[in-house]
């Protein structure tokens, strides 16, 4: 063989190597999930929860080797309860972090300033928190999922509930933007299909997300005929209701009480015993409901790691880390367009049993949990939820000719 003979076939060598070097590298590279939730403020414990879930999930796969072959890692951004904030946040997410997928979204009017640049990023979202029937509506777009129970499929159970109470003049009491004015507009037309005779009250209450005095709002209700109040508010904003409606003697009148998400675990932790018992309670998921391998496993887990039940919240978010790992195994890619195909239609066992995406509007088939509040848990300090029902999904989930999405 010549000199020159020689630098070639070393020069081919090398080439080669480093190509093998490069190609390696690249399949040990993280896949890299963007969490948008909210961390500051005082609806702050539901990030905190959404974390805790996805931490759980992240470690489990990273220690069962990944998806396929490669470690995930997760981003976080604080969307600050601000559709512009989440906005950015997606955009630094995808362009400067290079996100493969982003999951969060506590806040329904985030959520609906959000989904539309979905389109542009490319990349699939999966929500497991806000709640508007908007974002699987008429905002519906391939890339966005939910996998949480949405404002019309908790409101139909609600309105089933409310229908055996007998109660018939209702009002509510729900923050001032999409979330509290669209729970009161789906309970009341459920609950009237149910119950013609039932008066939907013209004196509402709608306080800003993020009030502080809540008094002239539940004076208002108590000085009104009202016998039955459905009430949204939420994360900080509930704790600080209940303990105010404690003292102006709320729910020592004869009023039928539905709180539309009064069993998030992260509420009732911070309340404990002021949390008053007898009341209606929701959530979208109950750790103590659902008899199943993977439920068992996660509460355990959960519990192991941070003392207390998981919250809903911390559910979807868990569950929504373990759908993007099925879904890139299917599509064999982190290609965001094949990602997302592969989302539609897909079940997957979650906690909260066998959990699908329908096709035609991305909204997960998932069933609301409703309870009436019971004695503390003696090791959780909790309460517990009695007369726990969880409602089908198929019969509390819109047919998706009435959704508006267009997929």
Not at 124 to 135: E, N, R, S
Request: with cysteine; glycine share 10%.
């Amino acid at each position: 063989m010549t000199i020159t003979s020689i630098k070639k076939l070393l020069v081919a060598m090398t080439a080669t190597a480093a190509l093998g070097t490069a190609s390696t590298s690249y399949a040990e590279d993280p896949i890299r999930i963007g969490g948008i939730y909210i961390l500051s403020g005082s609806a702050a414990t539901y990030g905190e929860f959404a974390q805790r879930g996805i931490n759980l999930a992240v470690e489990e796969i990273n220690s069962s080797g990944g998806i396929l072959g490669r470690q995930v890692e997760m981003i976080y951004e604080d969307g600050q309860a601000k559709a512009s904030v989440a906005i950015q946040a997606a955009r630094k997410l995808v362009y400067a972090e290079g996100a493969d997928a982003l999951v969060g979204l506590d806040s329904s009017g985030v959520a609906q300033g959000m989904v539309p640049i979905m389109t542009e990023l490319q990349k699939p979202l999966i929500i497991t928190h806000a709640a508007t029937p908007d974002v699987t509506g008429e905002l519906c777009n391939p890339f966005t999922y939910r996998i949480s129970v949405n404002v019309p499929q908790n409101m139909k159970a609600a309105a089933l509930v409310a229908a055996e109470t007998g109660a018939t003049n209702w009002t509510t009491i729900g923050p001032d933007y999409a979330f509290g004015h669209q729970s009161w507009e789906y309970f009341g037309n459920y609950l009237k299909e149910i119950n013609p005779d039932v008066n939907l009250m013209s004196e509402t209450n709608f306080p800003r997300f993020g009030a502080e005095d809540f008094t002239p709002f539940i004076d208002r209700v108590m000085n009104s005929d009202a016998e039955g109040v459905l009430i949204s508010v939420w994360g900080g904003d509930l704790v600080n209701f209940v303990r105010q409606a404690n003292t102006r003697g709320f729910f020592e009148d004869d009023l039928e009480v539905l709180f539309t998400v009064g069993a998030a675990t992260e509420v009732l932790s911070a309340l404990g015993e002021e949390m008053p018992e007898g009341v209606h309670l929701s959530t979208r998921y109950w750790y103590d409901a659902y008899d199943n391998p993977v439920n068992d496993r996660f509460v355990k887990a959960y519990i192991e790691a941070y003392g207390t039940p998981p919250s809903y919240n911390a559910e979807g978010a868990y569950a929504a880390i373990y759908a993007y790992k099925k879904a890139m195994e299917t599509a064999g890619t982190t290609d965001g367009s094949a990602v997302a195909k592969a989302l539609s239609g897909m079940s997957l066992d979650a906690p909260n049993g066998t959990v699908t995406f329908r096709e035609g509007d991305h909204q997960a088939l998932v069933s609301p949990n409703w309870g009436v509040s019971g004695p503390m848990h003696p090791e959780h300090g909790i309460r517990t939820l009695t007369n726990l029902k969880i409602f089908e999904a198929g019969k509390v989930t819109r047919p998706i000719k009435e959704t508006g999405c267009r997929l």
